[in-house]
């Protein structure tokens, strides 16, 4: 069997979500850059991203949420990820944040009570996240 060294990726979007275009786009741009990359899909609940992490292993998990859902499933996937040894690093990008300022900052800090450190929310540069995450995966900055 040969083995690469590439980071694997699996990223799909959470809940009962069916937003699916973003979903195809950051798989074809994330091959692109030569990771190795699970696509789950739409409407993909905790316990499956769960047991993709177990089969697949994973050094990130890319959630999606377009519809606004994430504030009821982000506590149920922390729940479900937490007997994992080793955890994959957790990103969130989508339709994330209220426009609201106060809100906005209320919301980023509960998502980090929950794990997630980098949020994307729509508005964000494709780029930047990208330099996060080879920064991420490939140095360990978190
Ligand atoms: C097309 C669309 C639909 C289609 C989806 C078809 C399909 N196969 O995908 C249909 C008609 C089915 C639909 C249904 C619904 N929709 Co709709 N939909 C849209 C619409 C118009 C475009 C979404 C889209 O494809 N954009 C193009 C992609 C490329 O952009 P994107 O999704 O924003 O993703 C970008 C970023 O967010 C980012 N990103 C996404 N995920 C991640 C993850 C990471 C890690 C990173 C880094 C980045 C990232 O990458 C993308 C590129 O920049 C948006 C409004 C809009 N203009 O955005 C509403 C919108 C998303 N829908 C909305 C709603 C409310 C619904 C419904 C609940 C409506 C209803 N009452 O039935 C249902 C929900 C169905 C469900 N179960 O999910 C709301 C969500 C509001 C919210 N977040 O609270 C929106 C914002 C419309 C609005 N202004 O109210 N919808």
Wanted: charged share 25%.
């Amino acid at each position: 069997m040969l083995l690469n060294n590439r980071k694997k990726i699996i990223m799909g979007v959470i809940g009962h979500d069916i937003h699916s275009v973003s979903n195809i786009l950051i798989e074809q741009a994330l091959k692109k850059e030569d990771f190795d990359v699970l696509n789950l899909g739409v409407d993909i609940q905790p316990d499956y991203f769960r047991d993709s992490i177990i089969e697949f292993g994973a050094d990130a998990l890319l959630i999606s949420s377009l519809n606004g859902e994430w504030k009821y499933w982000i506590p149920k996937l922390t729940h479900c990820l937490k007997p994992l040894k080793t955890k994959p690093i957790l990103y969130l990008g989508g339709n994330i944040l209220s426009l609201n300022n106060k809100e906005s900052k209320k919301e980023l800090s509960k998502l980090k009570t929950f794990g997630i450190e980098r949020v994307f929310d729509k508005e964000q540069n494709f780029n930047n996240f990208l330099s996060y995450l080879n920064k991420d995966l490939h140095h360990n900055v978190l």
